[in-house]
């Protein structure tokens, strides 16, 4: 469905039962990567999950796309949709909007869940692959970046056995326009590090890591978990940066585990009929 807010609109899946959860894809994909894990975790919860400002069916404006930002966008959408408290995820760039959200507004959270990405802020040599790469999109060469992009969004398991995947990703990843791809790689390049709101955040937190991801590799995983007051850490293995569409079943379980211990179900109460 699409929600309108303040000056843009978003295309959200919104279906389930119980706790809201509301999962931010990567990039430059789109919610689209949930597809594969969405009916196991609607068993448990309330699943939200939009397609982020210039990606999927939502609007694609010129202009911000700081992480900041993003994190405004649902906060709204949450408001819209009515929901107070909710379990926040995101993956890659996802996680990065999640925790611009949690280091403003934790008081909305009531969990979190974090999916190969990363708390610190870019070294030096990471804003400048990121700046070379808007240069070179700006010049018109977005297919050819992304073309070396993707593959690296799955592991080494994932592309000898599923190397379908890389097509689907990529067609995804087609669907962006170049403002939006230099617009968002600005905003992961500029972004604060975060690594002290982590031990700040004294909620249920849940760390997912694919085991042969490269871009954020399980140590870094690690040791969010460890700097999270209440983080777990769970590893998928022959996984790479999207576990969602590689290994979609133990992804699932990882996601199911911690929403049943943390946020199980409320006890049906049947009142005995009167005789």
């Not at 689209?32 to 196991?40: D, Q, V």
């Amino acid at each position: 469905m699409r929600i309108e807010l303040e000056g843009i609109a978003l295309e959200v899946e919104d279906h389930g039962d119980g706790v809201p959860v509301v999962l931010l894809h990567g990039f430059p994909l789109s919610s689209e990567t949930w597809t594969p894990i969405r009916t196991a975790v609607e068993q448990a919860a309330r699943l939200i999950t939009p397609d982020l400002r210039g990606f999927g069916r939502s609007d694609k404006p010129q202009g911000d796309y700081a992480m900041e930002t993003l994190a405004g966008d649902v906060l709204r959408l949450a408001d819209r949709l009515g929901v107070e408290r909710f379990v926040l995820g995101g993956h890659s760039m996802g996680g990065y909007v999640a925790l611009r959200l949690a280091a403003s507004h934790v008081e909305r959270l009531a969990g979190l869940i974090l999916i190969d990405t990363r708390a610190t802020a870019d070294t030096p040599e990471g804003k400048v692959r990121r700046t070379v790469a808007i240069e070179r999109i700006r010049r018109g060469e977005a297919a050819a970046f992304l073309d070396e992009f993707i593959p690296n969004l799955l592991g080494e398991s994932t592309r000898g056995r599923a190397p379908r995947l890389a097509t689907e990703l990529r067609a995804l990843a087609a669907e962006v326009p170049d403002h939006v791809l230099a617009g968002c790689l600005a905003g992961m390049r500029d972004r604060p590090d975060g690594v002290q709101v982590l031990s700040t955040l004294d909620l249920p937190a849940l760390v997912i890591t694919g085991q042969e991801d490269t871009l954020a590799p399980p140590e870094v995983a690690h040791q969010m978990a460890a700097a999270l007051p209440r983080g777990r850490l769970a590893v998928i293995p022959l996984a790479g940066h999207t576990p969602s569409v590689e290994r979609p079943i133990p992804t699932a379980e990882a996601i199911l585990a911690f929403l049943r211990e943390h946020f199980p179900p409320s006890p049906i109460r049947i009142t005995p009929r009167r005789s």
